[in-house]
């Protein structure tokens, strides 16, 4: 039974806001959010964290309603660098090895 | 730049052979971690290690086995080579410092078997 949930693609344009959900329903009491963007060829790169409510950092917001259930993360005016394969990933603190699912593969149009 | 280095960057080799990558983790980070990326298995965990020591297991397979030495730097190898070895493999790395669950991933070492 997969962890997460989240859509495999998404499609939107330079300067929108782009929000990605992810659905966690087996999410435990230990459990973090946690998001990871990746290039093509490259390795998984930390994005933001959080356990509740709302976190925000200098590239991303995430919002986690009260139930924890499930997760958006928002990317404030997309550029075309932005285009990348997302992961949500639900995971106890100092979690071993983490669990990737298939992403969401994120395309920026001009 | 993630300050963990692997080295090869590419790597071509044929069925049946023995191959060796090796990852430097960032500066102070204890733990290190291996995944392995393919088309049709997504990024799977392999295996960590924690300051020399092996700390958890994925979905590593008998033919292939790591270890980390007293610098920190980890090796992994691939042993009997298959075609179905072809892949991305990452190495990660963590510390005290970061967010929980924060894994500093390194530039990946691409295996092709033929």
């Known amino acids: 039974l997969a962890k997460t949930t989240q859509p495999i693609s998404m499609d939107s344009y330079e300067g929108q806001e782009v929000n990605i959900t992810c659905s966690h329903n087996?999410?435990?009491?230990?459990?973090?959010i946690t998001w990871y963007q990746q290039f093509p060829s490259q390795g998984p790169r930390f994005i933001i964290q959080?356990?509740?409510t709302k976190v925000t950092n200098e590239v991303a917001s995430l919002f986690i309603p009260a139930d924890r259930k499930s997760s958006t993360l928002s990317l404030p005016r997309v550029s075309l660098s932005d285009t990348a394969v997302y992961y949500c990933?639900?995971?106890?603190?100092?979690?071993?090895?983490?669990?990737f699912g298939k992403g969401t593969h994120l395309i920026i149009q001009p | 730049d993630s300050g963990v280095t692997q080295t090869p960057k590419h790597l071509i080799t044929a069925t049946g052979q023995r191959v060796t990558l090796r990852c430097s983790p960032r500066?102070?980070?204890?733990?290190v971690y291996w995944y392995q990326q393919s088309l049709d298995q997504g990024l799977q965990f392999l295996i960590q290690?924690?300051?020399?020591?092996?700390?958890a297991k994925g979905n590593i397979l008998e033919r292939f086995s790591a270890q980390q030495f007293p610098d920190l730097h980890s090796e992994l190898n691939l042993s009997s080579l298959e075609l179905g070895d072809s892949a991305l493999y990452f190495c990660?790395?963590?510390?005290?410092?970061?967010?929980?669950?924060?894994?500093?991933f390194g530039p990946g070492t691409r295996l092709t078997v033929l």
């Open positions: 990660a790395s963590s510390g005290v410092a970061g967010w929980y669950n924060e894994q500093f």
């Open positions: 087996n999410i435990a009491t230990n459990d973090y």
């Open positions: 959080g356990y509740k």
């Open positions: 990933l639900v995971e106890v603190v100092g979690a071993d090895g983490l669990t």
């Open positions: 500066s102070g980070d204890l733990s």
């Open positions: 290690y924690y300051n020399g020591e092996e700390r």
